[in-house]
């Protein structure tokens, strides 16, 4: 039989009806709080069931309470094997008067799907599992193993999911090719950028801002204010091309929709002054000063490498200014990542979509760093999925044509890899 036939057989009754349910009955929202992982019992027992249902060899692997769902339509040879991943768990809501629909509806209108994660990353699931159940109603006997992973805390950077996945359950997932489900709006990442998550902490003394002596009999003891030193570190962190080795990437830049080509470095996340988050008294010179920062790299850096250049960055800082006490605690680290464009895997994506499509997918990079860098180092990896609107916000939807279209061409995928 060839292709064709099979491509046709992806039911779009099928997959809206999983997502909706999937969407209902099966939320997870990742409160990416390190005491509190979130509750993954409805979508486990929701995958698991739907995995089966199809034939697949279902698990859950990794931590019980973060477990990382993996379906495996086995062939009769057992290789060559392909991998296609997403992430099941979602962001909060925030406020749902902001919706038009409800986040948990599942509802359809205009040609659009609403929910929360029915883009990120839920709807390129169920196009994968369309596919394996179109190979399933067709009869057709694979040689080689088709793989579908919902995998847990990528909203969180993967720490407590992905990451034991990927290092410790490699075997259950590894492949000869690897397809991301993220909603790239079809095109095709050829690179995309790390992330290293940091806390640093400067340390001052704290004194009165009046400019009184720390004692005032002996004249001695200058206050030295952990902030300013902290504005210091920071600003020289910024000026990236003083300190770290890179060359830019040109799937990056204005020009591909992405602001800078360079890595970045940007403050986010939680700021304490003195000892806690709000601060010390106006009047008090800060002995502490705590940052969280955001550091994207870019292909052909690593975080090993950056983080001994950071470390030799603020040495010298110190040697300029002596009164400057720093530290540096890395808490998240994920590589750049990039591919081939001559590899067979973007060879194929861009095969089996431009007939489907209508077009030919553009190249691009991928500024979003995904958990899914922990997968690019077992296997030529890129991501490919649907368009959509609302990821992350109110009102987050998914194309219902482009999904159907999406879980087409990952049926051509499957094909072409392991009849």
Partial sequence: MTAEPIIEKVNENYIIDTLRRMTRDAPMINPADPNDPGDYGPIKEFLLEEFSALGMEAQALGRPDVPNLVGRLKG??????????????????????????PPFGGEVHDGKLYG????????????????????????????????????????????????ILAEKHSDAIKANWGVGLEPTLFNIPVAAKGLIWATITTKGLQGHAGGFYID?????????????????????????????????????????????????VQVGGRFMVGEDSIGDRVNIVPALCKCEVDLRTVPGQTGENVIKELEVLIEKLKI?????????DIFTCLDPW????????????????????????????????????????????????????GMHGPDECIDLDGLVKSSKIYTCLALRFLR
């Fill in 320 to 328: 300029d200014d002596p009164d400057i006490d720093a530290t540096v």
């Fill in 116 to 163: 929360r994660g029915v883009l990120d990353d839920r709807g390129g699931i169920v196009a994968a599992m369309g596919a394996a159940k179109a190979i399933v109603d067709s009869g057709e006997e694979l040689k080689g193993d088709l793989i579908i992973a919902g995998y847990a805390d990528s909203e969180a950077s993967g720490g407590r999911g992905t990451k």
């Fill in 338 to 389: 990039d591919i081939s464009l001559d590899s067979e895997l973007v060879r194929a994506i861009v095969e089996c979509s431009t007939p489907i499509l209508g077009f030919e997918p553009k190249l691009d990079g991928y500024g979003i760093t995904s958990s899914q860098a922990y997968f690019s180092h077992l296997m030529p990896f890129t991501h490919f999925g649907c368009t959509g609107e």
């Fill in 76 to 101: 009769t040879e057992r290789k060559p094997i392909v991998l296609m991943a997403g992430h099941i768990d979602c962001v909060p809501v925030a406020d749902e008067t902001k919706w038009k629909y």
């Fill in 216 to 264: 005032e009999m002996k004249k001695e003891g200058i206050p030295i204010n952990a902030v300013e030193k902290m504005v210091k570190v920071l600003g020289a962190m910024q000026d990236v091309d003083s300190w770290m080795t890179y060359t830019p990437n040109p799937y990056f830049g204005p020009n591909s929709g992405h602001y800078t080509d360079k890595p970045s």
